[in-house]
Protein backbone atom coordinates (compact mmCIF):
# COMPACT_ATOMS: atom_id res chain seq x y z
CA UNK A 1 0.00 0.00 0.00
CA UNK A 2 1.46 3.59 -1.00
CA UNK A 3 1.07 6.41 1.37
CA UNK A 4 -2.17 7.64 0.44
CA UNK A 5 -3.80 4.60 0.79
CA UNK A 6 -2.00 3.87 4.16
CA UNK A 7 -3.31 7.87 5.58
CA UNK A 8 -6.84 7.52 3.96
CA UNK A 9 -7.44 4.29 5.11
CA UNK A 10 -5.71 5.31 8.93
CA UNK A 11 -6.47 8.83 9.52
CA UNK A 12 -10.31 10.19 9.31
CA UNK A 13 -10.88 14.17 8.57
CA UNK A 14 -12.16 15.22 11.68
CA UNK A 15 -8.68 13.14 13.67
CA UNK A 16 -6.60 15.49 11.26
CA UNK A 17 -8.56 18.45 12.68
CA UNK A 18 -8.57 18.19 15.99
CA UNK A 19 -4.71 17.22 15.50
CA UNK A 20 -3.87 20.63 13.66
CA UNK A 21 -5.85 22.67 16.11
CA UNK A 22 -9.14 23.34 14.01
CA UNK A 23 -12.44 22.63 16.80
CA UNK A 24 -14.74 21.02 15.29
CA UNK A 25 -18.05 20.94 17.61
CA UNK A 26 -20.57 17.74 17.94
CA UNK A 27 -22.66 19.06 14.89
CA UNK A 28 -19.44 18.64 12.94
CA UNK A 29 -19.22 22.51 11.93
CA UNK A 30 -15.80 24.17 12.56
CA UNK A 31 -14.45 28.13 11.58
CA UNK A 32 -13.44 27.54 8.39
CA UNK A 33 -9.07 27.88 8.64
CA UNK A 34 -9.25 28.68 4.59
CA UNK A 35 -10.73 32.48 4.72
CA UNK A 36 -11.64 34.75 7.49
CA UNK A 37 -14.58 32.77 8.81
CA UNK A 38 -16.49 34.29 11.59
CA UNK A 39 -19.26 31.91 12.23
CA UNK A 40 -19.21 27.91 11.71
CA UNK A 41 -19.29 27.26 8.07
CA UNK A 42 -16.86 24.38 7.49
CA UNK A 43 -18.78 20.50 7.84
CA UNK A 44 -16.03 18.29 8.57
CA UNK A 45 -16.90 14.89 8.68
CA UNK A 46 -15.11 11.18 8.80
CA UNK A 47 -14.21 11.47 4.95
CA UNK A 48 -14.62 14.32 3.58
CA UNK A 49 -14.87 18.32 4.50
CA UNK A 50 -16.56 21.14 3.03
CA UNK A 51 -16.91 25.33 3.75
CA UNK A 52 -20.27 26.61 2.74
CA UNK A 53 -18.35 29.94 2.82
CA UNK A 54 -15.36 29.62 0.55
CA UNK A 55 -16.05 26.28 -1.60
CA UNK A 56 -13.04 24.38 -0.35
CA UNK A 57 -14.00 20.26 -0.59
CA UNK A 58 -12.03 17.50 -0.19
CA UNK A 59 -11.02 14.19 1.72
CA UNK A 60 -8.08 14.39 4.44
CA UNK A 61 -4.97 14.99 3.08
CA UNK A 62 -6.52 17.84 0.70
CA UNK A 63 -7.26 19.49 4.21
CA UNK A 64 -4.05 18.51 5.17
CA UNK A 65 -2.41 19.80 2.39
CA UNK A 66 -4.60 23.40 2.16
CA UNK A 67 -3.47 24.34 5.56
CA UNK A 68 -0.04 24.05 5.09
CA UNK A 69 0.46 24.99 2.19
CA UNK A 70 2.08 21.75 0.73
CA UNK A 71 1.48 19.12 -2.19
CA UNK A 72 -0.78 16.34 -1.58
CA UNK A 73 1.96 13.73 -1.79
CA UNK A 74 3.72 15.98 1.09
CA UNK A 75 0.67 16.13 2.98
CA UNK A 76 0.10 12.06 2.87
CA UNK A 77 3.95 12.12 4.21
CA UNK A 78 3.06 14.60 7.25
CA UNK A 79 0.03 12.96 8.01
CA UNK A 80 2.07 9.69 8.48
CA UNK A 81 4.71 10.70 10.32
CA UNK A 82 2.31 12.88 12.58
CA UNK A 83 0.32 10.00 13.34
CA UNK A 84 2.85 7.81 13.66
CA UNK A 85 2.15 5.60 10.58
CA UNK A 86 4.59 3.88 8.90
CA UNK A 87 4.18 1.82 5.20
CA UNK A 88 7.06 -0.74 6.85
CA UNK A 89 4.80 -1.26 10.01
CA UNK A 90 2.25 -4.38 10.38
CA UNK A 91 -1.11 -3.49 9.88
CA UNK A 92 -3.27 -4.03 13.05
CA UNK A 93 -6.16 -6.18 13.26
CA UNK A 94 -8.41 -3.18 12.82
CA UNK A 95 -6.30 -1.37 9.63
CA UNK A 96 -6.95 -4.53 8.05
CA UNK A 97 -10.11 -4.50 8.47
CA UNK A 98 -10.37 -1.23 7.17
CA UNK A 99 -8.50 -2.36 4.27
CA UNK A 100 -10.98 -4.98 3.59
CA UNK A 101 -13.79 -2.95 2.97
CA UNK A 102 -11.07 0.08 1.30
CA UNK A 103 -11.57 -0.82 -2.67
CA UNK A 104 -15.86 -0.28 -2.03
CA UNK A 105 -15.42 2.95 0.17
CA UNK A 106 -13.10 4.32 -2.67
CA UNK A 107 -15.14 3.53 -5.45
CA UNK A 108 -18.14 5.53 -3.66
CA UNK A 109 -15.19 8.42 -2.93
CA UNK A 110 -14.75 8.56 -6.49
CA UNK A 111 -17.98 8.29 -7.65
CA UNK A 112 -18.76 10.51 -5.09
CA UNK A 113 -16.29 13.44 -6.60
CA UNK A 114 -17.80 12.73 -9.98
CA UNK A 115 -21.17 13.34 -9.21
CA UNK A 116 -20.36 16.70 -6.77
CA UNK A 117 -18.46 17.56 -9.90
CA UNK A 118 -20.97 17.59 -12.82
CA UNK A 119 -24.01 18.85 -10.29
CA UNK A 120 -22.45 21.94 -8.52
CA UNK A 121 -21.41 22.66 -12.75
CA UNK A 122 -24.95 22.14 -13.80
CA UNK A 123 -26.56 24.00 -10.52
CA UNK A 124 -24.28 26.72 -11.76
CA UNK A 125 -25.24 26.87 -15.16
CA UNK A 126 -28.83 26.81 -13.97
CA UNK A 127 -28.55 29.86 -11.78
CA UNK A 128 -26.81 31.66 -15.22
CA UNK A 129 -29.72 30.62 -17.24
CA UNK A 130 -31.93 31.53 -14.26
CA UNK A 131 -30.01 34.89 -14.38
CA UNK A 132 -29.72 36.21 -18.27
CA UNK A 133 -32.77 34.56 -19.73
CA UNK A 134 -35.37 35.73 -16.97
CA UNK A 135 -37.83 37.65 -19.35
CA UNK A 136 -37.87 41.64 -19.12
CA UNK A 137 -41.56 42.18 -20.11
CA UNK A 138 -44.88 39.61 -18.96
CA UNK A 139 -45.19 39.69 -22.53
CA UNK A 140 -41.93 37.83 -23.52
CA UNK A 141 -41.96 34.54 -24.14
CA UNK A 142 -39.55 32.42 -21.77
CA UNK A 143 -36.43 31.23 -23.35
CA UNK A 144 -36.08 27.57 -23.14
CA UNK A 145 -32.45 27.69 -21.08
CA UNK A 146 -34.90 29.95 -18.64
CA UNK A 147 -37.50 26.94 -18.29
CA UNK A 148 -34.83 24.33 -17.31
CA UNK A 149 -33.60 26.88 -15.03
CA UNK A 150 -37.20 26.91 -13.08
CA UNK A 151 -37.91 23.45 -13.57
CA UNK A 152 -34.57 21.91 -12.59
CA UNK A 153 -33.04 24.28 -9.82
CA UNK A 154 -34.28 23.78 -6.66
CA UNK A 155 -34.25 20.07 -7.00
CA UNK A 156 -30.15 20.35 -7.94
CA UNK A 157 -29.02 22.10 -5.33
CA UNK A 158 -30.96 20.27 -2.62
CA UNK A 159 -28.85 17.33 -4.59
CA UNK A 160 -25.53 19.22 -4.10
CA UNK A 161 -26.68 20.35 -0.79
CA UNK A 162 -27.06 16.82 0.51
CA UNK A 163 -23.32 15.54 -1.07
CA UNK A 164 -22.13 18.65 1.05
CA UNK A 165 -23.68 18.07 4.42
CA UNK A 166 -25.52 15.26 4.51
CA UNK A 167 -24.75 12.04 6.02
CA UNK A 168 -22.78 8.70 4.67
CA UNK A 169 -26.33 7.27 4.30
CA UNK A 170 -28.05 9.98 2.33
CA UNK A 171 -25.28 10.90 0.11
CA UNK A 172 -25.21 7.38 -0.81
CA UNK A 173 -28.35 7.69 -1.61
CA UNK A 174 -27.94 10.93 -4.34
CA UNK A 175 -24.88 8.63 -5.58
CA UNK A 176 -27.03 5.93 -6.54
CA UNK A 177 -29.97 8.13 -7.68
CA UNK A 178 -26.96 8.90 -10.24
CA UNK A 179 -25.82 5.90 -11.18
CA UNK A 180 -28.74 4.51 -11.61
CA UNK A 181 -29.84 4.10 -15.80
CA UNK A 182 -26.23 5.99 -16.56
CA UNK A 183 -27.99 9.52 -15.25
CA UNK A 184 -24.54 10.74 -14.45
CA UNK A 185 -22.77 10.24 -17.95
CA UNK A 186 -25.89 11.65 -19.23
CA UNK A 187 -25.55 14.46 -17.30
CA UNK A 188 -21.65 14.75 -18.11
CA UNK A 189 -22.55 14.21 -21.79
CA UNK A 190 -25.21 17.01 -21.42
CA UNK A 191 -22.97 19.78 -19.90
CA UNK A 192 -20.21 19.00 -22.37
CA UNK A 193 -22.60 19.49 -25.06
CA UNK A 194 -23.63 23.22 -23.71
CA UNK A 195 -20.12 24.02 -23.65
CA UNK A 196 -19.46 23.50 -26.81
CA UNK A 197 -22.64 25.30 -28.13
CA UNK A 198 -21.52 27.93 -26.19
CA UNK A 199 -17.89 28.44 -27.07
CA UNK A 200 -19.53 28.22 -31.30
CA UNK A 201 -21.91 30.71 -30.27
CA UNK A 202 -19.12 32.79 -28.89
CA UNK A 203 -16.58 32.09 -31.56
CA UNK A 204 -19.64 34.05 -33.94
CA UNK A 205 -19.74 36.48 -32.38
CA UNK A 206 -16.08 37.70 -32.19
Known amino acids: M ?7 TSINTREAAARYGVEVNRHGKALC ?17 HCFACGE ?5 DFTAKLFGLK ?7 LAYDFGITQDKP ?4 MQEKQNMKSEAQRLRENEKLCFSALLEYMKLLQEWKRL ?7 EEWHPHFIEACDRLDYVEYLVDTLIGGDSYERNE ?20 VKKEEKHIGEQQL
Not at 33 to 42: A, K, V, W, Y
Not at 57 to 61: A, L, Q, S, T
Not at 72 to 78: I, N, V
Open 2 to 8: NVFGTVK
Open 174 to 193: VIELLMTDSKLKKLQRYLEK
Open 91 to 94: PTKA
Open 133 to 139: YAPRTPE
Open 72 to 78: LYEAAQK
Open 57 to 61: HGDVI
Open 33 to 49: PFHNDRNPSLFVDDDHY
